[in-house]
């Protein structure tokens, strides 16, 4: 995750912007709390997104490995079979399915490695969160089973100022199972930010 926010602080010195808006969703939110760990100054607004701050439990790091070994033996199309039904609620629209089945199934198999083991790796931010001094959106899909709503209210009770958008009836990958209200909760939040 650290890697990948130095990536986002490369870009944005490439770009010549000074601070930005971070949002990050589900992974994205831990590279956007590691963004804000390495590059405070940088931020100017937060959104995080179906995300949590606690790092993997025991159980959680060996569910990630034990992916890792199904991703290596059966590729893509496994992992996108496992986790369709957490990412999206039973109600998700079958574009939205197929549109995540894609992205999952087009991922080379060394990248959904890498990203398993990050996350699984990935450092607790929970003593951070009281830190963050910039304004925060937090927002959460009513039927998230990856990373449920009351990790997004844990989220808002320990972030100073944070604000909370639930996002009623969708699941983990809120922006893709219901982008309009994504967007319209992003937009007037950045509007206000």
Same mark, same amino acid.
């Given at each position: 995750?650290?890697?990948?926010?130095?990536?986002?602080?490369?870009?944005?010195?490439?770009?010549?912007? /000074?601070?930005?808006?971070?949002?990050?969703?589900?992974?994205?939110?831990?590279? &956007?709390?590691?963004?804000?760990?390495?590059?405070?100054?940088?931020?100017?607004?937060?959104?995080?997104?179906?995300?949590?701050?606690?790092?993997?439990?025991? /159980?959680?790091?060996? &569910?990630?490995?034990?992916?890792? !070994?199904?991703?290596?033996?059966?590729?893509?199309?496994?992992?996108?079979?496992?986790?369709?039904?957490?990412?999206?609620?039973? @109600?998700?629209?079958?574009?939205?399915?197929?549109?995540?089945?894609?992205?999952? /199934?087009?991922?080379?198999?060394?990248?959904?490695?890498?990203?398993?083991?990050?996350? !699984? /790796?990935?450092?607790?931010?929970?003593?951070?969160?009281?830190?963050?001094?910039? #304004?925060?959106?937090?927002?959460?899909?009513?039927?998230?089973?990856?990373?449920?709503?009351?990790?997004?209210?844990?989220?808002? !009770?320990?972030?100073?100022?944070?604000?909370?958008?639930?996002?009623?009836?969708?699941?983990?990958? @809120?922006?893709?199972?219901? #982008?309009?209200?994504?967007?319209?909760?992003?937009?007037?939040?950045?509007?206000?930010?």
């Amino acid at each position: 995750m650290d890697e990948m926010a130095g990536d986002v602080a490369s870009l944005l010195d490439r770009l010549g912007i /000074e601070a930005a808006a971070i949002c990050g969703l589900s992974m994205g939110g831990y590279v &956007a709390l590691a963004f804000v760990r390495l590059f405070p100054k940088r931020v100017r607004a937060l959104v995080l997104a179906d995300t949590r701050a606690g790092a993997d439990s025991p /159980e959680g790091r060996k &569910a990630r490995h034990d992916m890792v !070994a199904l991703v290596r033996a059966e590729g893509a199309r496994a992992i996108a079979d496992r986790l369709l039904p957490k990412l999206l609620s039973p @109600s998700a629209p079958p574009a939205a399915r197929e549109l995540v089945r894609r992205m999952i /199934e087009s991922t080379p198999v060394e990248g959904i490695v890498g990203a398993l083991l990050g996350m !699984a /790796e990935r450092p607790d931010s929970t003593d951070l969160l009281a830190k963050i001094a910039c #304004p925060t959106l937090v927002i959460c899909g009513t039927e998230d089973v990856i990373t449920p709503l009351a990790e997004s209210r844990e989220l808002v !009770a320990k972030i100073p100022g944070a604000t909370l958008v639930t996002i009623p009836g969708v699941g983990h990958v @809120s922006n893709l199972e219901a #982008p309009a209200a994504f967007d319209s909760a992003l937009v007037d939040f950045l509007a206000r930010a």
